[in-house]
Each structure stands twice: as structure tokens, then as C-alpha cells.
């Protein structure tokens, strides 16, 4: 049994983007966990703004979901995660950012599947922008995947997620420490200010004679300025914004009514990002529509980065599907 490797790049060829930008050569990286390709059921997880395929293993992202003997057993499951082309984990990064939107990687993700001679999915699970792609990817070949797991995300950008994504590039294009200050803002999205005040107590740092919430927020823009880079975040800082399964399309009724995925959507009770009631109200939408749709909730304190938080209330709304 394979447990991890490193990554493996195809090259896609002869790209155009929904923008009309031309790309000859495009590198699409992956990697597989847990039992080989074309052995056992197949999940892809779609990675988030800051991730990338390493999913479990030595830095791995989601180690406790998946792994032996996790909710997404690799004992029993092959894991596939692709690289978001330009998120610089493999090395390349794509400098103009504009030129492609969410569903331009969810074609992606499709070419790389048909690559790998991949027939059918058995999940596609993804978190945040991550999960918007899983979205765009059933959107565009409703038969792909037998289970759409669309976490803390949503089929498309609001206007609220369009509005945080317009600051973050703002701060990436004018501050003079671009991807520390986009970091520090992106924080106070992805937690509530229940979770600061939990954590907190509006204690504070002795030797920097400043609050520890801001000690920990200057902490995870040095952290992320270390590892990530420029074009990286904005690129997938593009990618959230654009998320709309019904672009240049159909309406979301008659794109939702070809999915032949049972949709699992799961929502946090306090996500500022991805709100609980638009999820909610994508069921609601969605009931009317499939049979095989559920709408299941974490409840925390700690808003969108409860789905990287929650484990054991993420492993109870999953276990039934794996």
C-alpha cells in the first residue's frame, strides 16, 4: 500500500481560459495517498487558499481526517490531491492572475482526472475555495463523482466574500508588506470575535508591550510570508472571487438538476465567510430540485477555520458516507 508521495506533474496542453488567455503548456501537479490509483475507491480533495496536495503525512493539512484508520481511511481509499495551478507548491507560479477564474481550474482538475484514466470519483471533498471548485468540477461533468462534499464554501461568491476579496488585493497590490497585511486581514475573516475573545481575554504580550491578538496576528503573516508568495496569493485570492457555477451559463436550477452526486453541503454555524444561511439557503434551493442532498452544520465558536478546527464533529458528519 502507498501511503504518500511526492509530486507528480502532468502537462496540460494547449489551455484557453474563459478570459481568452492561451496557454501552450500548463503544469498540473498531484499527489496520492493511501492505496494506489485504479485499486480502491477514489477521493479528491481540493485543496484551500494556503494549502496544496500535501493532505496528510509530514506537514500534512487534514491529517486528522484522513490517514489509517481516519474518517477518509487510506487503508480502504485512494487519496488524489491536485495542486491549484500558481499556488508555488510545485515550484510554478502563474504571474497573470486575472486571466483565470475558478472554473478555468476546475477544467483543469477534469483534464488531469481524464489523464490518469479516471473513470468515476467516488468523492470530491474541499473546503472553502477548495470546495467552490468541487462545485464548478460537478457543475461541468455532472457524472465525475458519485459524492460532492462541499465544506464551508458555497457554488458561488457573494457579494460580502467579492468585497473581502477586492481588500485582500488591494493590500497585495499596495502594501509594502503585501502578503503579512493580506494575512492579518484574512485572519479576522476566517474566525469570530467569540474565538479572539475565548483565546485572548484581551491579555497581553509583556516583552512587546502590545495585545496578544495582535502578537498572534503579526505571528501568522510572518509565518505565511515565509512559505507563500506573491503571485501564489494572488492568484488564489482570484480564484475565491470568481466562484460561480452559473458564469456564461444556465441557470443554477438547470445546472444543479444534472448532478447525479449526492451533494453533502456542510456549513458553520459561524462562518463570516461562507455564511451558514446561504448554505442553507443552497438546500433549501436544492431540495426542491434532487432527492439526495443533505445540509449538515458545525457548530463552534471559531467561524470559517472551523472545518480545519472541528474534527470530531467533521469525522460524525462523514462517517456515514466513508
Request: glycine share 6%; charged share 20%.
Amino acid at each position: 500500500m502507498k501511503l504518500e508521495n511526492k509530486p507528480t506533474s502532468i502537462t496540460i496542453q494547449n489551455f484557453t481560459t474563459e478570459s481568452g488567455a492561451f496557454y501552450a503548456s500548463l503544469n498540473l501537479s498531484f499527489q496520492v495517498f493511501g492505496r494506489a490509483l485504479h485499486t480502491a475507491p477514489l477521493v479528491l480533495v481540493n485543496h484551500a487558499l494556503t494549502g496544496n496536495s500535501q493532505v496528510i503525512g509530514e506537514n500534512g493539512w487534514w491529517n486528522d481526517l484522513i490517514g489509517e484508520n481516519k474518517t477518509i481511511n487510506t487503508a480502504d481509499y485512494t487519496v488524489l490531491a491536485f495542486n491549484i495551478p500558481g499556488n508555488g507548491f510545485d515550484g510554478c507560479v502563474i504571474e497573470k492572475h486575472l486571466n483565470f477564474n475558478a472554473r478555468d481550474i476546475a477544467r483543469i482538475f477534469i483534464e488531469g482526472i481524464q489523464f490518469l484514466k479516471i473513470k468515476q470519483l467516488y468523492a470530491i471533498i474541499g473546503g472553502s475555495v477548495g470546495g467552490g471548485i468541487a462545485w464548478e468540477m460537478t457543475a461541468l461533468e455532472p457524472k465525475i463523482t458519485q459524492h460532492l462534499i462541499a465544506i464551508a464554501t458555497d457554488w458561488k461568491a457573494t457579494d460580502w466574500l467579492i468585497a473581502n476579496c477586492f481588500l485582500q488585493e488591494q493590500i497585495l497590490h499596495n502594501s509594502s508588506r503585501p502578503i503579512e497585511d493580506a494575512r492579518i486581514h484574512a485572519m479576522l475573516c476566517y474566525r469570530t470575535p467569540e474565538s479572539f475573545a475565548a483565546k485572548f481575554q484581551r491579555s497581553t504580550h509583556q516583552e512587546l508591550a502590545i495585545f496578544n491578538v495582535e502578537s498572534w496576528l503579526l505571528h501568522h503573516g510572518k509565518k505565511l510570508q515565509k512559505r507563500f508568495q506573491l503571485s501564489s496569493y494572488k492568484m488564489m485570492n482570484q480564484l475565491l472571487k470568481t466562484i460561480d457555477i452559473t458564469r456564461n451559463s444556465n441557470s443554477f436550477d438547470a445546472l444543479a438538476a444534472k448532478i447525479e452526486a449526492d451533494i453533502h453541503i456542510i456549513g458553520i454555524n459561524s462562518d463570516l465567510f461562507f455564511t451558514a444561511s446561504e448554505n442553507e439557503a443552497t438546500y433549501e434551493q436544492l431540495k426542491k430540485l434532487k432527492n439526495k442532498v443533505t445540509y449538515q452544520e458545525i457548530v463552534s465558536i471559531h467561524g470559517h477555520d472551523a472545518f480545519l478546527i472541528e474534527y470530531k464533529q467533521l469525522d460524525n458528519l462523514l462517517k456515514d458516507i466513508f
